[in-house]
């Protein structure tokens, strides 16, 4: 969906990292990625993880996002 913006980069980060990730962490990369500022593209990233975690792609304890895929989440 065009509403759902950078996912790509968000699941390329998650991928990355392998670890547990706050909101600003993955607006960083994505911002680096797409040559923006951390502004630009922070709304529509948080916007995205909150639909990924409201459809069950993500968990959140606290501010950090986790992505629930079990292949490098031990604990799903």
Same mark, same amino acid.
């Given at each position: 969906?065009?509403?759902?913006?950078?996912?790509?980069?968000?699941?390329?980060?998650?991928?990355?990292?392998?670890?547990?990730?706050?909101?600003?962490?993955?607006?960083?990369?994505?911002?680096?990625?797409?040559?923006?500022?951390?502004?630009?593209? #922070?709304?529509?990233?948080?916007? =995205? +993880? @909150?639909?990924?975690?409201?459809?069950?792609?993500?968990? #959140?304890?606290?501010?950090?996002? =986790? +992505? @629930?895929?079990?292949?490098?989440?031990?604990?799903?």
């Amino acid at each position: 969906m065009s509403r759902y913006l950078y996912t790509d980069h968000i699941l390329e980060a998650f991928n990355v990292f392998h670890r547990p990730m706050e909101l600003d962490e993955v607006a960083g990369y994505v911002a680096e990625m797409e040559a923006k500022s951390l502004l630009e593209v #922070r709304l529509a990233v948080d916007n =995205t +993880l @909150t639909a990924a975690w409201l459809h069950g792609f993500l968990s #959140r304890k606290g501010d950090m996002f =986790t +992505l @629930t895929c079990g292949y490098w989440d031990d604990d799903e």
